[in-house]
């Protein structure tokens, strides 16, 4: 089941952060990447992780999931940090030269805030997703970019491009593995060999997966066309977005503690 939720991207629950209006979440989501880089001290970035921390713990998800969204943005994180801590100078002696790199403390800080920020980042961005459904989540970005419908945006195709995609992710993920594993019963070698040769033999691979992923496109548009789809003029929906009185709560306690987090910036700024 849970290599299944990793695929998807969503973790099935009724707590509190699952029942959150998703156009709420959204923004909320938005303003929380933006909160990580505006409180960029110490003590702002040790409150938006705990504010993290509550919201997973809320959610009930699972620590391993978050450490599985965070495993494939590693070695950028890592990169990052290297960078900051060889190229960032301060003021002072340095605390130790190898060869022609001078590291210094401020390097140091900033390698680690920055590392701590992607990943807050990261852990953020994966919150939303694993708490909202794919087709929830662009049901909500359609009714926030609603008001570009008037200037004739097509707010609706791209919604619905957009869960399509989400929607077929883990089927052509499924489809990719059965492929591989059919061309290693036929002796084909994926994972041996150098890098030149690894990638001729995706070849096999990839062709099939595009022929199936096509073939899968024009199914699903005959289907669509078969019950009369013509875009999003005049349809209605199962299951409406209204925002209840407890999203509001949710949105008044989230809004006190983003207020918080800025004004640590702002009362203690070298802290």
Do not use: W
């Not at 994966?126 to 970005?141: E, H, K, N, R």
Request: some cysteine; glycine content about 6%.
């Amino acid at each position: 089941m849970l290599r299944d939720i990793t695929i998807g991207q969503h973790f099935p629950g009724n707590s509190l952060v699952h029942r959150f209006d998703p156009r709420l979440k959204l923004v909320l989501t938005i303003l929380y990447i933006v909160l990580l880089f505006a409180a960029s001290n110490p003590l702002g970035l040790a409150l938006s992780l705990i504010f993290l921390a509550v919201m997973y713990a809320v959610a009930k998800i699972p620590f391993k999931l978050i450490l599985k969204s965070l495993k494939p943005i590693f070695p950028i994180i890592v990169f990052t940090a290297v960078l900051n801590l060889f190229f960032v100078s301060g003021e002072g002696d340095p605390v130790f030269k190898l060869g022609f790199l001078t590291v210094y403390a401020e390097g140091i800080r900033y390698a680690v805030l920055m590392a701590v920020r992607v990943m807050a980042l990261i852990a953020g961005t994966s919150l939303l997703t694993y708490t909202t459904s794919p087709i929830v989540l662009t049901d909500a970005i359609e009714q926030l970019l609603k008001p570009l419908g008037r200037l004739h945006f097509p707010v609706h195709e791209l919604a619905m491009m957009m869960s399509i995609a989400l929607r077929f992710i883990p089927t052509l993920i499924e489809e990719t593995d059965k492929i591989m594993n059919a061309q290693k019963a036929r002796g084909a070698q994926l994972d041996n060999g150098k890098m030149t040769e690894r990638i001729k033999a995706l070849v096999p691979v990839l062709v099939p997966l595009f022929i199936s992923a096509f073939r899968r496109a024009d199914e699903l548009a005959m289907a669509m066309e078969c019950r009369c789809y013509r875009g999003g003029d005049g349809r209605t929906r199962l299951k409406v977005l209204r925002c209840e009185k407890q999203d509001y709560i949710d949105l008044a306690v989230c809004i006190a503690c983003f207020a918080v987090i800025l004004a640590s910036r702002l009362v203690f700024p070298n802290f």
